[in-house]
């Protein structure tokens, strides 16, 4: 598919200038889309090493940290794409996620309170305030946050079965 094609592109791309941030950015992004995590953390890192100040770099190594629960590693890398791009959303909402997972849930509302002021049609965001507001027994501003995610994305089932959840609650 689209994918084993540009992974082809980009890593042709590298044998000719293996100092070429963006060819390894994206194929970080393409084995990240096919799962292969330990590939995307590998070239993440390389993209970083070739042009420091890698914002999308930072935030997608830390996400992929994530997925592989390597989360210390998560937050430092998200805290550098965050000090590299305030105003990410994307990265805000990331952060947010890791110190859910670590059950810092003050922290993980703080994260995605900003991600949705600063991109309010972002569906993931407000579905994960809304779990973090749930998590804090804060049902009605949770039930506010699924609402605007399934408003936002019609088909958006975590979403409509977390509103189902807590709307049919005994």
Known sequence: GMTEEAVRHYLIAIKIKPDYPEAHYNL???????GMIDNSIKHYQT???????????YNNLGSAYA???????AIIELNTALRLMPDSALAH?????????????????????????????FPEAHNNLGLAYNAKGRTSDAI???ETAVRLKKDYIKAIQNLDALLNKP
């Open 93 to 121: 909402n990331n952060i947010g996620s890791v110190y859910f997972q670590q059950g810092l849930i003050d922290k993980a509302i703080e994260h995605y309170e900003i991600a949705t002021r600063l991109t309010p049609d």
């Open 67 to 73: 997925a592989t629960d390597n989360l210390n590693n």
């Open 144 to 146: 506010r946050e699924f």
């Open 28 to 34: 970080g992004v393409a084995y990240e889309s096919k």
């Open 47 to 57: 993209a970083i090493h070739y042009k420091a100040d890698y914002a999308e770099a």
